[in-house]
């Protein structure tokens, strides 16, 4: 027996997840990542986890959101910026956060998947891409 694509949909959303309660700016920090391999943050420090600063301004960050048709920004506030990023086939939801630091001249930055407990490097790779991209722009 075949099924439509619209038998698909309540799967296909099951897969978005809910939005996080608790990420954004805490004590001038992104959340920490949650001990699953997931996720990576700038204000991490283990192997795992950790990933560099972007060097960039928040707008040349947002520009490069603006031109992946994956990403969603959700949220651009004076020094931070909430984006989710959606993959094409499953649709599985990432939540991407980048947090302005003016002292240091740098944009932090957190990437975690919402469901699942492995992302096998997805969001690092995402970061690095965007890294990428703020290189040719």
Request: charged fraction near 20%.
């Amino acid at each position: 027996m075949k099924k439509s694509l619209f038998s698909l949909i309540p799967f296909l959303t099951a897969c978005a997840g809910e939005p996080p309660q608790n990420i954004g700016v805490q004590n001038g920090r992104l959340t920490a990542c949650p001990e699953s391999p997931n996720c990576v943050s700038s204000f991490e420090s283990d192997a795992e986890h950790g990933i560099q600063p972007l060097q960039a301004s928040l707008r040349q960050v947002e520009q490069v959101l603006l031109g992946l048709d994956e990403a969603n920004i959700v949220e651009s506030a004076d020094g931070y910026l909430y984006a989710e990023f959606t993959s094409r086939l499953m649709r599985y939801v990432d939540d991407v956060e980048f947090l302005e630091d003016s002292t240091a001249g740098v944009i932090h930055v957190r990437s975690a998947s919402r469901l699942g407990y492995s992302d096998l490097g997805a969001n690092r790779k995402r970061i690095e891409n965007i890294r990428g991209l703020l290189t040719q722009n």
